[in-house]
Structure formats: structure tokens, C-alpha cells
């Protein structure tokens, strides 16, 4: 069942192209390359990753997923650069917070950092409607603090990641479709979250990503390529697609999958279940703030684009908002109503009150002031203690780009963590100080009380050590 619905985003360049290996476990693979025919295009691909590290694979899709998912929650820096606590990403990927998992994220984001790509033909400027050629490592910059000379992420360790300028490029220009990023990490093994969200960004085309398809027919060969498996004998693959598939089947994103030939000359002709049909999220926020049910959302999304969409919405709240349209009934039942019925509706220009026929008449209608924004104490009160410091940490480092080391922002989220320092106060006095026009000062206040704390916990320490 479609239950799990905390809809992401997730680039469509990156989805499309699945350069994360459809493996549940490391092999030895230090390489790989596919190439492909799209229409007239010919696409080639190829990694090369460090021998040690082997192939990005299995848990790098949810690492890859979460990364982006923060890069876009935090507004698209146009750097490409994000700092967080790596127990905040851990929760983001997916992951049990133990020092198992450290581990493997620790490897996961060295292979993301290390590893070479170069698409030719393949990667999407869209704005400027071009292919282009791009050369890239997902991550370009990895820092991060730990205890001691260890090397090794801890409970404290904060991380500075800066993604590929390709991918930034391709976030900031929207070339992104909606992932239901809690539906993928519910499923069972890597090798099907993988599969889930490269079949969910084939949906998409390329050139024309606001059409959305319900079917989709491939080779089994060419899967097998777009999946970078390494055995591609019609049987392996096979063998390799029956469980994800009967898990897909199973949880209903699949209403099934239809094998055609025999051999290599086979097809897969993919059906998706209208239940999972993603909806843009901003679309999905506006069609709520009016009330329309998340049920109704995702059959307008089968019947219109995400620009058809936007636009209409747009057309009704203009209308509304000008007295040209006075609503019966609901907003939500007024708003479907014009979006299935576009023609019926004229220009704001023309000057005509519109009112629908259904139903009982009810006051004019109002657009639905606002909700006062809680203040800091009350926000931060609905969190647990590790994401008030997590997110004191995001807010200062956004607000005050690159002014503070990623020490710093350790020892900052851990007074914090421990209640030395007010999280609430510390925001507050960020934005007061910034909009006083006094941000080097807020800057310096703050790095000398964080100096101050961290040299009383070291002399601390080192005075239990002595005894």
C-alpha cells in the first residue's frame, strides 16, 4: 500500500542516469561502462572508482537520495555546499545510528567523493534545452570532524560537503521530479530501492519531464546496462530483477510487469499503480493549503502536467483574490473545478464575476490568512534535543556562510546537545544581530564563547585524566 508519503525531490539527471550500481553487497569492480541509443542520441557512461573502494552501490543510492534531499530542504545554496551533523544525514538515509552503520556511511561517502564519472551525450542542461558532456565526482569537497587522530566519524562529527557543479547546476534549474523518499527506504534491500527509483524517473522524459507515463516498455539487456549490473546473461538478470520485482509488485508501485521474447531480444513492459502517481511537492502544498484531498491531487496529477497545474492554481488564486470569482461550497471542490474546466474560466482581464452554481451560496470567500509563524522557543520545543543542535548548527551555518570552521559547528551543536548553550537565543540573536547590520560581531561573540567552552571541556577532561 501507498502509505509512506513524504514526497522528496530528486534531480532528474542523477535519476535517470543511475550511476550507483543496482548491488546489495561490494564486488570487485573498480569500473565500469555502458552505452546506449536514446532517439538520435548516442549515450556513453563510464566510472572509475578507486580499487579499495570498488563501484558506488547499494547504500550509496540512499546517501545520494538524502544528500540532495538536504541540498534542496535547505534552499539551493549556489555554492553547493552543505553542513551537517552525520547523525542528521544517518536519519535522512535511512540509517540505524550505531557504529555499524558510521561505517558504512564513512565508506559510502568516500566512494561518492573518490569516484570519477564522464557522461558524453547524456547530461541535461535544461534551460538551455542542450546535452552536454560532463565530467564529475558526486563529491567534489568532504570534511569532517572527529575525536582524536581516529579518522573516524563519532556521535559529534559534523560534515562540510560540496556536490558536483554538474549536479548543482541541474538542481538549481529545476530539472528535478518528486521521490517518495519514505516509500524507498521502507523497501527491503538496496538493490530494489535502487530499481524503484530509477523505473520512478523513467517516467519522466527527458526533454519534456512535465509528461508523466503510466507504462514503460525497455529491453532486458538495456535494463540490465541502466542498472549496472555486472553479469548481463539473460538468466543473471533475470535471476537479478525477481526480487525487487515481486517486492515493487507486492507494495503496489507495480501493477505488473509483462515479459516479452525470449533471450536477449527480451522486454519488460513496466504498468505503475495510479496509487503512486507522484505529485510535484510544492503542487501538492498548494492544492492542500486549498483543501484538495491528497487522493484527488494525485488523479489531477495523472490528468495534467505539473505547469498545467501551477497555472491554474495561479488562474484561481487571481480570481479569488480579485472578486472575479465568488465561491460555493468549498475551495477545494471550486478549485477542481477549474482545473478540469479551464475553458469555462476567463482571463482576470475581462472584468467577469464568476459564480458556480453548486450548492448553497456562502460568504464571499477569503483566502485563508496565514498562520502566525511559532517563534524559535516553541519550534525548537516540538524537537528532541539532537535535532534542536542539529538544526542551531544548519541555521547558523546558512545564515553566515563560511564564517564559522567545522570545528566550531561541532562544538556549537554539542553545547547544544548538552544544554550549555539556549538554542533558541543563539537563532535569535543570529538573525537580530544580521538584520543590525552587526554580523561580524554576532560572529566574533559567538567563536569566542565557543573557544572559551571547548578550552574549560579540554582542561576537564584532561584533569579526569590525571587523577
Not at 278 to 294: E, I, W
Not at 380 to 404: C, G, H, I, Q, W
Given at each position: 500500500m501507498a502509505d509512506q508519503q513524504r514526497t522528496s525531490f530528486d534531480d532528474l539527471n542523477w535519476g535517470r542516469l543511475n550511476l550507483v550500481s543496482a548491488q546489495d553487497q561490494s564486488v570487485e569492480q573498480n569500473s565500469w561502462k555502458v552505452t546506449y541509443q536514446h532517439g538520435e542520441r548516442v549515450v556513453r557512461i563510464s566510472c572509475r572508482a578507486l580499487p579499495e573502494l570498488g563501484v558506488p552501490h547499494g547504500i550509496d543510492n540512499d546517501v545520494s537520495s538524502a544528500l540532495?534531499?538536504?541540498y534542496m530542504s535547505i534552499g539551493l545554496p549556489d555554492d553547493g555546499i552543505m553542513t551537517l551533523a552525520i547523525s542528521e544525514l544517518m536519519q535522512l538515509a535511512g540509517f540505524h545510528r550505531n557504529g555499524k552503520y558510521r561505517e558504512m556511511?564513512?565508506?559510502?561517502?568516500?566512494?561518492?567523493?573518490?569516484?570519477?564519472?564522464?557522461?558524453?551525450g547524456g547530461w541535461r542542461d535544461h534551460p538551455n534545452r542542450r546535452w552536454t558532456t560532463a565530467k564529475f565526482h558526486f563529491i567534489e569537497l568532504l570534511e569532517y570532524t572527529h575525536q582524536g587522530e581516529s579518522g573516524k566519524f563519532d556521535e559529534r562529527s559534523m560534515l562540510r560537503i560540496r556536490l558536483a557543479e554538474p549536479l548543482v547546476a541541474s538542481l538549481r534549474s529545476g530539472y528535478t521530479k518528486p521521490l517518495n523518499i519514505e516509500f524507498m527506504q521502507s523497501l527491503s534491500r538496496p538493490r530494489t530501492r535502487i530499481i524503484f527509483r530509477l523505473l520512478d524517473a523513467m517516467r519522466y522524459h527527458p526533454e519534456t519531464p512535465d509528461e508523466l507515463i503510466d507504462e514503460y516498455d525497455i529491453g532486458l539487456i538495456e535494463l540490465a546496462e541502466q542498472c549496472k549490473l555486472p553479469n548481463i546473461r539473460p538468466d543473471?538478470?533475470?535471476?537479478?530483477?525477481?526480487?525487487?520485482?515481486?517486492?515493487?509488485?507486492?507494495?503496489?508501485?507495480?501493477?505488473?510487469?509483462?515479459?516479452?521474447?525470449?533471450?536477449?531480444e527480451q522486454r519488460l513492459h513496466y504498468e505503475f499503480s495510479p496509487d503512486f502517481t507522484?505529485?510535484?511537492?510544492?503542487?501538492?502544498?498548494?492544492?492542500?493549503?486549498?483543501?484538495?484531498?491528497?487522493?484527488?491531487?494525485?488523479?489531477?496529477?495523472?490528468?495534467?502536467?505539473?505547469?498545467?497545474?501551477?497555472?491554474r492554481i495561479e488562474l484561481f488564486d487571481r480570481l479569488v483574490k480579485s472578486g472575479q470569482l465568488t465561491v460555493r461550497k468549498t475551495p477545494a471542490h471550486a478549485l477542481v473545478h477549474l482545473i478540469k474546466n479551464a475553458d469555462q474560466y476567463p482571463d482576470p482581464a475581462a472584468g467577469k464575476v464568476i459564480t458556480l452554481p453548486q450548492?448553497?451560496?456562502?460568504?464571499?470567500?477569503?483566502?485563508?490568512?496565514?498562520?502566525?509563524?511559532?517563534?524559535?522557543?516553541?519550534?525548537?520545543?516540538?524537537?528532541?534535543?539532537?535535532?534542536?543542535?542539529?538544526?542551531?548548527?544548519?541555521?547558523?551555518?546558512?545564515?553566515?556562510?563560511?564564517?564559522?570552521?567545522?570545528s566550531e559547528l561541532d562544538t556549537l551543536r554539542d553545547l547544544v546537545l548538552r544544554g550549555r548553550l539556549n538554542p533558541a537565543q543563539i537563532i535569535e540573536e543570529a538573525h537580530r544581530r544580521l538584520a543590525a547590520l552587526d554580523a561580524q560581531g554576532?560572529?566574533?561573540?559567538?567563536?569566542?564563547?565557543?573557544?572559551?567552552?571547548?578550552?574549560?571541556?579540554?582542561?576537564?577532561?584532561?584533569?579526569?585524566l590525571t587523577e
Open positions: 540532495i534531499d538536504n556511511l564513512s565508506s559510502s561517502l568516500d566512494r561518492l567523493h573518490t569516484t570519477s564519472y564522464e557522461i558524453a543473471a538478470v533475470r535471476r537479478a530483477l525477481a526480487g525487487p520485482h515481486e517486492e515493487l509488485l507486492r507494495r503496489g508501485y507495480l501493477r505488473q510487469v509483462v515479459p516479452e521474447g525470449r533471450g536477449r507522484p505529485v510535484n511537492p510544492a503542487v501538492l502544498h498548494r492544492l492542500r493549503m486549498h483543501g484538495v484531498t491528497d487522493g484527488v491531487s494525485r488523479q489531477l496529477a495523472r490528468q495534467y502536467s505539473t505547469s498545467i497545474l501551477t497555472g450548492g448553497p451560496p456562502r460568504a464571499q470567500a477569503k483566502q485563508a490568512a496565514e498562520p502566525t509563524l511559532p517563534g524559535w522557543s516553541e519550534e525548537l520545543a516540538r524537537m528532541s534535543p539532537d535535532e534542536a543542535a542539529a538544526f542551531t548548527v544548519k541555521r547558523v551555518s546558512l545564515l553566515y556562510a563560511r564564517k564559522f570552521a567545522l554576532f560572529i566574533d561573540d559567538l567563536k569566542d564563547w565557543l573557544r572559551s567552552e571547548e578550552a574549560a571541556r579540554q582542561a576537564l577532561a584532561a584533569g579526569a
